[in-house]
């Protein structure tokens, strides 16, 4: 079992930046993928941002060039850094850990972006 834990979400204006952190606890072993996620109201979950065991990462269109994902392996957390952010960027965002092909959820914490 793996738990995920969100922090970091919160109101802020248009342009502005927040840092999202995913503590990770539990059987880490194993865990080779680890993502941010996002939903907003009426709208399907969607890949943010992603990175493997080997640090390669990926991210949504939407996001690249302001968005960054990185990983404290020593302290299992795992971080958003969301600059220059839009309203659009409005969601709840969800951590999700990939071991041994099972997904394992955060709870997920919210992020409002006002204009």
């Known amino acids: 079992q793996v738990q995920l834990a969100e922090s970091g979400g919160g109101l802020v204006q248009a342009g502005g930046s927040l840092r999202l952190s995913c503590a990770v606890s539990?059987?880490?072993?194993?865990?080779?993928?680890m993502g941010w996620y996002r939903q907003a109201p009426g709208k399907q979950r969607e890949l943010v941002a992603a990175?493997?065991?080997?640090?390669?990462?990926n991210y949504a269109d939407s996001v690249k060039g302001r968005f960054t994902i990185s990983r404290d392996t020593v302290k299992n957390t795992l971080f958003l850094q969301m600059n220059s952010l839009k309203p659009e960027d409005t969601a709840v965002y969800y951590c999700?850990?990939?071991?041994?092909?099972?997904?394992?959820w955060g709870q997920g914490t919210q992020v409002t972006v006002s204009s």
């Open positions: 990175i493997t065991s080997g640090g390669s990462t």
């Open positions: 539990g059987s880490t072993f194993g865990v080779n993928k």
């Open positions: 999700k850990s990939t071991k041994w092909g099972v997904d394992y």
